[in-house]
């Protein structure tokens, strides 16, 4: 009966894959003093997530007071101290405005992580206060087909699993080309981001239509910036689908009450999983499933 119910895309009897976004590169600790700055930090910050259940991290680089980094040197040095801290997948940012392709690949090729992210589409990227009536900041975060496509060969090179970004429908067609040309290859990892202005809403439609939009034998999961998150992180665990937490995403354990650390966002979402009766997944269990070459 159950074979009957569920899709390709819906196996709630797999085990559930925690990512954890350490901490992306627009907020400080003016906002948030849990957000890790140096490589010491980092490594304490992915050991708390990996003891928590997180089987992969995602960095973006920081500089030792703070400021976002593209330097290969700093990619470097949190790469070594999160993995002398604990064995969980490593997953490097390539999201970048305003520097080259190269720029962008070079800690990948260097250190070959387990995994990069890969965004997948131009799109408008904004914050909007609804209070205030005006936008944060707003920009073109422009990712054409010619530097995606060299993105990939990049990652194929050096056997580091492409991670879909998708921030809207469009973002997951862009990739059927690109699978067509066998530039991209199984297993398809998608990681679909809802909640942002200027892409696809945070709603349990939303994401059901970019899940079913999916090719066959893909892995997915689901990103939500800001307070939507945990209502749409819910879904997608229904759905059988993966997730992501973090300081990156979301500083709120819940309304009022700020994580302490990524571990604590982990800690919650591990427990979201096992209320739904499904299981953690380890970080044996990712490498199998997306066919991992490097830590």
Known sequence: MKDLIQTEHTRTERPCIITCALSGVVANRAQCPAIPYTPEEYAAEARRAWEAGAAAVHIHARSPDGAPSYELADYRAIHQAVRAACPVAINFSTGAVGITTEQKLAPVRELKPALAALNMGSMNYAKYHSGRKEFVFEFVFQNPFSEIMALIEGMNAVGTRPEMECFDAGHVANSYPLID?????????????????????????????????????????????????????????????????GLEDNFYVEPGRMARSNGELVEKAARMIRDQGREVASVDELRRRLQLANP
């Not at 040309?181 to 200027?198: A, E, T």
């Not at 994401?207 to 999916?214: I, K, R, W």
Request: hydrophobic residues 50%; proline residues 9%; aromatic residues 6%.
């Open 181 to 245: 040309m066998g530039l991209l290859r199984p297993p398809l990892q998608y990681s679909l981001i809802l909640g942002v202005v200027g892409g696809i809403p945070p709603s349990v439609q939303a994401l059901a239509y970019l899940v079913g939009s999916l090719p066959p034998g893909a892995e997915w999961e689901e990103i939500c910036i800001s307070h939507d998150q945990w209502r749409l992180l819910a879904a997608a665990m229904a759905l059988g689908g993966n997730v992501r937490v």
